[in-house]
């Protein structure tokens, strides 16, 4: 079945660079995706890569996909509090029916001045 | 430009009490869903439903039933609430092409 692994935790100094990781099972996913929940709020699509491609830069983010691992990264450069948040990472199956996703449990990544 | 909205924000109920939690969206959106998040264990897909008139259980179905009113609404019903039905409620709406979900803003439920 599909699963999504991720740490629960992460945290680092502002200035930093954070790496969120996360690993998949459903090697048929075509989209991979990173939200992201801000305390209180519902989730906002952060960034997204086609399971064709490596990596994908969107200014501060860069995901990195290794399909041969089953693992997908995030890093945002120079963390700043505001970055502060939940992310989720999440793949939409092949066989999953209208675009559903399989989300993981989630890291929460704090910030510290 | 609402996005998605849902209703109400916060509910407390008592174990064997019934509630319906409203969703509306303004996007023209085919797809809608409904998500539960418990602490530690990210987003559970309720039920869904990938176009007017069609609804379908997801991964947590058990205790609740679903209404697509029309285009725009889907609705969650809880027929007799359960403290295990505690959790905050996501619903979400999507174009059926497109690979973005659009989140409102969450219910927070506590069944006491």
């Known amino acids: 079945g599909e699963d999504v692994e991720q740490s629960l935790f992460l945290s680092v100094r502002e200035g930093d660079s954070s790496v969120i990781n996360c690993t998949y099972t459903d090697s048929s996913s075509t989209y991979l995706y990173w939200y992201k929940q801000e305390p209180g709020a519902g989730l906002q699509l952060l960034t997204y890569i086609f399971s064709n491609m490596d990596m994908k830069q969107d200014q501060r983010l860069t995901v990195l996909l290794n399909k041969k691992d089953k693992h997908l990264s995030l890093r945002i450069a120079d963390t700043q509090t505001g970055d502060s948040a939940i992310y989720f990472c999440a793949e939409r199956g092949y066989g999953g029916s209208q675009g559903n996703l399989i989300f993981g449990k989630g890291t929460k990544l704090s910030v510290k001045p | 430009n609402a996005g998605v909205t849902q209703t109400p924000k916060f509910q407390v109920l008592k174990t064997g009490q019934s509630m319906t939690l409203q969703c509306a969206q303004d996007?023209?959106?085919?797809?809608m869903y409904w998500y539960r998040q418990d602490p530690g264990m990210g987003l559970r897909l309720i039920y869904y439903s990938a176009s007017e008139g069609t609804t379908d259980k997801g991964e947590v179905p058990n205790g609740y039933n679903v209404s697509r009113l029309n285009k725009r609404e889907f609705s969650l019903r809880l027929e007799s609430a359960a403290p295990s039905q505690t959790s905050v409620y996501f619903c979400?709406?999507?174009?059926?092409?497109?690979?973005?979900?659009?989140f409102g803003p969450g219910t927070r439920l506590t069944v006491t």
């Open positions: 979400a709406s999507k174009q059926t092409e497109s690979y973005e979900q659009y």
């Open positions: 996007m023209n959106h085919n797809s």
